[in-house]
């Protein structure tokens, strides 16, 4: 399939103000799975918003759709960040299929920098199509996937009073004997950022189970913070 041309402009103009020396120093802080044209995100961003200030959004649906698939089949990690980027300033006019794309993209070019950003996203959708969450969010757990599983424990960060505890505690015990990095982390992040609504019971679930010292840790950061 021929690049949108929509994309294609986009693609020129970050290849023209790409700058090796920055390109070098992300892929080695990427641990060089992807390549970079060598945009630091204020200049990535700046350029965006400029080209879209000129060419608008993708239209909703088959445009944006392919396109947002097109720019993560590239190689540069500058075009997934614009895939995310294309999602989240039309998410409003979005449908409840989008987490079909969503789960896609989070199992695509996977890395902690866009699972975490997709997962932002993922928290939005759930906001408006609350009836999804159960049944998609027990697959991501049930599916022994590593980023569909961060996900399902981080989706809720920003819910506050409105954070299903019961879930998000079922989940963490879920992959509390897991050894993955990512996971322990986004257990202890879950933890943390929940311990700034409702500290006590954080902390009682972190004394009553048996939880990974990592995950743990990254909890008491803000219970320390809250006095417990």
């Given at each position: 399939?021929?690049?949108?041309?929509?994309?294609?402009?986009?693609?020129?103009?970050?290849?023209?103000?790409?700058?090796?020396?920055?390109?070098?120093?992300?892929?080695?802080?990427?641990?060089?799975?992807?390549?970079?044209?060598?945009?630091?995100?204020?200049?990535?961003?700046?350029?965006?918003?400029?080209?879209?200030?000129?060419?608008?959004?993708?239209?909703?649906?088959?445009?944006?759709?392919?396109?947002?698939?097109?720019?993560?089949?590239?190689?540069?990690?500058?075009?997934?960040?614009?895939?995310?980027?294309?999602?989240?300033?039309?998410?409003?006019?979005?449908?409840?299929?989008?987490?079909?794309?969503?789960?896609?993209?989070?199992?695509?070019?996977?890395?902690?920098?866009?699972?975490?950003?997709?997962?932002k996203l993922v928290g939005i959708h759930f906001e408006r199509y609350p009836d999804?969450?159960?049944?998609?969010?027990?697959?991501?757990?049930?599916?022994?996937?590593?980023?569909?599983?961060?996900?399902?424990?981080?989706?809720?960060?920003?819910?506050?009073?409105?954070?299903?505890?019961?879930?998000?505690?079922r989940y963490i015990l879920q992959v509390a004997d897991s050894k993955e990095f990512?996971?322990?982390?986004?257990?202890?992040?879950?933890?943390?950022?929940?311990?700034?609504?409702?500290?006590?019971?954080?902390?009682?679930?972190?004394?009553?189970?048996?939880?990974?010292?990592?995950?743990?840790?990254?909890?008491?950061?803000?219970?320390?913070?809250?006095?417990?």
């Open positions: 399939m021929k690049t949108d041309p929509w994309l294609r402009e986009l693609q020129r103009r970050f290849a023209e103000a790409g700058d090796p020396a920055v390109s070098e120093g992300q892929m080695a802080y990427m641990r060089n799975q992807f390549s970079f044209y060598g945009l630091k995100a204020p200049v990535w961003v700046g350029l965006f918003r400029e080209y879209v200030a000129e060419a608008g959004y993708p239209a909703y649906g088959g445009q944006l759709e392919t396109i947002v698939r097109q720019a993560y089949r590239e190689e540069y990690r500058e075009l997934h960040y614009i895939a995310l980027q294309i999602i989240e300033k039309t998410q409003k006019k979005s449908g409840a299929d989008l987490v079909d794309l969503l789960e896609e993209l989070i199992r695509k070019n996977s890395w902690w920098d866009t699972v975490d950003w997709i997962a999804q969450i159960g049944p998609i969010t027990e697959r991501w757990m049930a599916s022994g996937e590593l980023w569909l599983q961060r996900v399902a424990l981080i989706y809720q960060l920003r819910y506050k009073e409105r954070t299903d505890t019961r879930r998000l505690f990512f996971l322990q982390k986004a257990a202890g992040w879950a933890l943390r950022q929940h311990a700034k609504t409702d500290p006590a019971l954080v902390a009682a679930f972190i004394e009553k189970e048996r939880l990974p010292a990592l995950t743990k840790r990254e909890a008491r950061k803000q219970l320390a913070r809250e006095g417990y």
